[in-house]
């Protein structure tokens, strides 16, 4: 069987003990109990505190650790290099020196892989250690192999080095029933869109907002909730907002929500609606789409990934809120009812934990076969 480590070295300073780090980070850990019987695997993770844990029959490891880019934590290779591992999988491309120095200190006999979490590439001294890095991997994984493009053009990564996709999280959301979420959330309307993520220049409201406004004209009755969590455009929305009667009375500002109340507003939209121009992955469209909420997403590589470029939802240019307009003109005639269950079997069928490890074990024979 194969002997894959789960590697992080960023290290969880916030937490006192590991059950705070598996609990909030369950989006990207609960893939590995479907994992049993597959692969040896296990966990090394670095914290303010030294422990050893296991969860539903797989390993944790903690280390101490520093979010420094020098900072080495050599007990940590000295484990690694007792486990014997085929594979190590380093979570982030952002620790290019730590990356060097498995490898120098813990031998040749197994292949390191990086999995990307939509960091971009360094400059100057920090790029140069992370191409010397990338020319040790033997494969890199990505949400979607677009978002390996700028680290191929920069030449960080070398153009022959795999490229592999996996989904770097998913969702235990479950859809809730639409009368009662509705009541609880005191969301209205007979068409509703949902809004949740920052607002700031790259979720990019402004243009969601636009495209809203438009689509007004065809739809005066539609409604547009926005959860975020960072204000950064809230200035800029509220004037868009004075400049427009219509779109102020049909947008509604929610603010922040508590994460355990955000699939009931999934489930009580119909619509979830997004403007980003990059992501790493999408972790609210997986939880708007678990929830049976029909996702508007723009072209961005992880959003085609994650929709089945575009077979499930809608897609518009990213920053093109004409079409976003006509796009959303065209939903009105449509199936509601079929297009959310489509939703919700798609999630269940293509981007549950359990298609993350079958993935991950694609992977792995793949790396191993060669």
């Known amino acids: 069987m194969?002997?894959?480590v789960d590697l992080t070295f960023y290290a969880h300073l916030d937490y006192t003990w590991p059950e705070q780090v598996i609990e909030n980070h369950a989006p990207a850990l609960a893939f590995a109990p479907h994992l049993k019987n597959k692969l040896d695997?296990?966990?090394v993770k670095h914290a303010a505190f030294e422990q050893q844990i296991n969860v539903d029959g797989i390993p944790y490891f903690f280390f101490k650790g520093r979010n420094r880019f020098w900072s080495v934590s050599f007990k940590t290779y000295q484990f690694i290099r007792k486990l014997k591992p085929d594979i190590v999988l380093v979570q982030g491309l952002v620790f290019p020196l730590q990356v060097l120095l498995l490898r120098l200190l813990c031998g040749n006999n197994f292949k390191i892989v990086i999995q990307h979490h939509g960091e971009l590439p360094f400059h100057g001294l920090k790029g140069l250690i992370q191409k010397l890095a990338c020319k040790l991997l033997s494969a890199v994984i990505f949400t979607a192999a677009g978002n390996a493009l700028i680290w191929k053009k920069r030449t960080i990564i070398k153009t022959d080095t795999p490229i592999f996709e996996l989904l770097e999280a998913?969702?235990?959301?479950?859809?809730?029933?639409?009368?009662?979420s509705r009541q609880r959330t005191g969301i209205t309307g007979t068409t509703v869109f949902l809004w949740v993520g920052r607002l700031n220049a790259n979720k990019d409201p402004l243009t969601v907002l636009s495209g809203f406004n438009k689509y007004l004209a065809v739809n005066p009755q539609a409604k547009l909730y926005m959860i975020y969590q960072t204000e950064d455009m809230l200035r800029e929305v509220v004037q868009m907002f004075a400049s427009s009667p219509t779109l102020s009375n049909a947008v509604v500002l929610i603010g922040k929500v508590a994460y355990a109340d955000l699939p009931y507003w999934y489930s009580a939209a119909d619509?979830?609606?997004?403007?980003s121009h990059k992501e790493g992955?999408?972790?609210a469209l997986m939880e708007a789409m678990a929830c049976g909420c029909i996702p508007v997403a723009t072209t961005i590589p992880p959003y085609k990934k994650i929709t089945g470029d575009g077979k499930c939802g809608f897609l518009y240019p990213a920053g093109n809120a004409l079409t976003l307009a006509a796009l959303l003109s065209t939903i009105d005639g449509l199936n509601r009812k079929k297009l959310a269950d489509d939703t919700l079997n798609y999630f269940q069928q293509?981007?549950?934990?359990k298609n993350i490890a079958d993935d991950l074990v694609t992977i792995c024979n793949k790396l191993m076969a060669k």
């Open 2 to 4: 194969i002997k894959l």
């Open 41 to 43: 695997f296990s966990f």
């Open 170 to 180: 998913s969702t235990d959301f479950k859809k809730q029933d639409k009368q009662i």
């Open 271 to 275: 619509f979830y609606i997004s403007g």
């Open 281 to 283: 992955s999408g972790y």
């Open 350 to 353: 293509n981007l549950s934990f």
